[in-house]
């Protein structure tokens, strides 16, 4: 049986979307208890054919990992993917969109396990879903590999302390989107898919670009091309911090954090070419198309 956990910040003064899921979730769903507390929480569960648990929390799991982190491995440490429900803002971010990223610090190099069939599972639903329900003034985008955790002075070592794959899955960007009832119900069904499809794949590490980079949304989201992603390093982070055999090193240490390795490396034509020969030179991925 495949198993899956996802973790709801339930302050809406901290967090405006994921209460709002996990009340969707709880309504729509007949799920019971799984006799786990966390936080105060009864643990909640679902089974068909797959697992499904759901766990409240005060704060957002990322923002406090040093806590939260010894009870992830005490209960989760044997699922097969994880999920944090959550909000999106920055500058300049883009609204109504509902995106998906995997775990990593890129300019430290540490990197979380990531799953491709799981992020394309989930990526590919979010925008059937979106068809859907009509919600045509919305896109579904993926978003360059980050860990919340660096703000709130969680170290990036903490990372890869916990073997599961695990994803932010977000409602952005403002506070129109936050409440947005259809996304909010379009995210909420999506969970229960991301063991939907399981057709082989070509697995791409994609390194350059912008943080919400179009060019690998619209690969990931042609869902019978058999593309997926591992993790994306966008161009912002790569300058500086991926230069010489340091930079190497890191690149070596994220495609090992990728279930299944992968199967080529695309890079960004904005990425200058001497992190390109680089990294040619040192790395030695699967032939894309073997």
Not at 134 to 148: K, Y
Not at 221 to 250: C, D, M, R, T
Request: negative net charge.
């Amino acid at each position: 049986m495949n198993k899956a956990v996802y973790f709801f910040c339930m302050d809406e003064t901290i967090d405006p979307v994921a209460s709002k899921v996990f009340n969707v979730i709880e309504s729509n769903n007949r799920v019971s208890e799984a006799h786990i507390k966390i936080d105060g929480f009864p643990v909640l569960e679902l089974n068909n054919s797959n697992c499904f648990q759901f766990v409240r929390l005060h704060d957002v799991l990322s923002h406090n990992y040093i806590k939260y982190l010894p009870l992830l491995n005490k209960y989760f440490n044997d699922f097969h993917v994880s999920g944090i429900v959550n909000w999106h803002e920055g500058i300049n971010a883009p609204d109504r969109i509902l995106t998906v990223h995997s775990t990593g610090d890129i300019p430290s190099g540490y990197f979380s396990k990531s799953n491709p069939r799981y992020f394309k599972n989930l990526i590919c639903t979010l925008e059937q879903n979106r068809i859907k329900y009509g919600l045509d003034s919305f896109r579904v985008m993926t978003e360059a590999t980050h860990w919340s955790g660096i703000p709130y002075k969680q170290s990036p070592e903490l990372i890869t302390k916990y073997n599961v794959p695990i994803y932010d899955i977000e409602i952005g960007s403002t506070i129109e989107s936050w409440n947005n009832e259809r996304a909010i119900k379009i995210l909420s069904e999506t969970l229960f898919e991301v063991f939907k499809e399981n057709m082989q794949l070509k697995n791409l590490l994609c390194v350059g670009g912008i943080h919400f980079e179009e060019s690998y949304s619209n690969s990931i989201l042609e869902k019978e091309n058999g593309i997926s992603i591992g993790h994306i390093l966008a161009n912002q982070w790569i300058v500086e911090n991926y230069a010489g055999e340091n930079g190497s090193e890191k690149l070596n240490k994220c495609i090992e954090s990728i279930v299944g390795g992968i199967n080529g490396i695309i890079y960004h034509d904005n990425l200058k070419g001497e992190y390109k020969q680089r990294n040619r030179s040192r790395i030695r991925p699967r032939d894309l198309w073997n």
